[in-house]
């Protein structure tokens, strides 16, 4: 059968979070590559522990057709600043999973809600697509996780939950998954036109430990773009209580995240089911169907 739907996933220390990501995707996947660091390193060259055993076990646990393909190349090169790597990482997955058809790139720490629609979706815009065509982006609107609230003082659990990012007027976050042509810029950014699907995604981006959140934002892409020290004192701070006089929140882009939200759910899983019937999800569709005009958006930029 013809690889389609390809879905890579860059691996390193957080791999444990595959365990969420993976199982909403499987099924209707033709191929998944998990993308590792051979020196087990991360994007900043620092080594990190790395539990092979634990990781093998996984993969037995979530692979029972054998789709994933493991491949292990240095992407930690030290000539390199941060956001370099990720993009060698990305460019190179890219070619390992092979031309045509939909290249889709996932973190670790992004879950669909609806995987299936967003295939769909993929479909209808084009069944087949190919490098020679013109290149484009199909974008996910995200719903970032910035902290898990755990209240052992509180008998009822009332205060246990995740802060997210609140987008009460639909300006969602957007980042490319899929592409015909997987060229990689900075991330999953590229210079191909952005079309923007109705498909969602939780992004537990900041919602991890102290030790894991302060080892994520050492090394990831955007390491050296913002106050790092000063964000991670304020993130610290943020409670089941305060999160609502927090706005503009996003470290390098403020105005992206401009308020938060609190939801009630003990774990990722509970999370996962409860926030979709909570919170309206959904794309205003005369506002995308302009975005995703190609002749539209040409005229825009040349009248800036």
Same mark, same amino acid.
């Given at each position: ?9 860059? &691996?390193?220390?957080? %791999? ?14 033709d191929l998944l590559v998990f993308s590792i660091d051979k020196?087990?390193?991360? %994007? ?37 600043n941060p956001l370099e790597n990720d993009n060698l990482q ?20 992004? =879950? ?34 910035? /902290? ?16 997210? &990012?609140?987008?009460?007027?639909k300006n969602f976050e957007t980042a490319p998954f899929a592409?015909?042509?997987?060229? =990689? ?49 304020? %993130? ?48 205003? /569709? ?19």
């Amino acid at each position: 059968m013809k690889n389609i739907y390809k879905i890579g996933f860059c &691996v390193a220390y957080d %791999w444990q979070m595959l365990r969420t990501s993976v199982p909403r995707v499987y099924e209707h996947a033709d191929l998944l590559v998990f993308s590792i660091d051979k020196y087990r390193k991360s %994007w900043s060259g620092s080594p990190y522990n790395f539990d092979e055993a634990g990781f093998s076990a996984l993969l037995r646990e979530i692979d029972p057709q054998n789709k994933i393909q493991i491949y292990e190349d240095d992407f930690s090169n030290t000539k390199n600043n941060p956001l370099e790597n990720d993009n060698l990482q990305r460019n190179l997955m890219g070619k390992f999973m092979g031309e045509g058809g939909w290249h889709i790139q996932i973190d670790a720490d992004e =879950y669909f809600l609806d995987f299936l629609q967003f295939k769909n979706y993929l479909k209808n815009y084009n069944p087949n697509p190919q490098p020679s065509q013109k290149a484009v982006n199909i974008s996910v609107n995200l719903i970032p996780l910035l /902290k898990k609230i755990d209240d052992e003082n509180n008998d009822n659990k009332q205060n246990t939950g995740y802060i997210f &990012v609140d987008f009460k007027d639909k300006n969602f976050e957007t980042a490319p998954f899929a592409t015909n042509l997987p060229i =990689y810029h900075a991330a999953r950014r590229n210079g191909h036109f952005n079309h923007i699907s109705p498909a969602f995604a939780l992004h537990e981006t900041w919602a991890r430990s102290e030790m894991e959140l302060r080892h994520k934002i050492n090394n990831w892409g955007h390491r050296d773009d913002f106050d790092k020290e000063s964000y991670f004192r304020l %993130w610290l701070a943020l409670d089941a209580h305060n999160y609502k006089y927090i706005q503009d929140f996003h470290p390098i882009e403020g105005k992206v995240w401009k308020g938060l939200g609190f939801c009630e759910a003990k774990n990722i899983d509970e999370l996962l089911e409860i926030l979709p019937k909570k919170q309206d999800f959904s794309i205003d /569709k005369n506002k995308t169907f302009w975005e995703n005009s190609r002749i539209w958006q040409k005229i825009r930029s040349m009248m800036k």
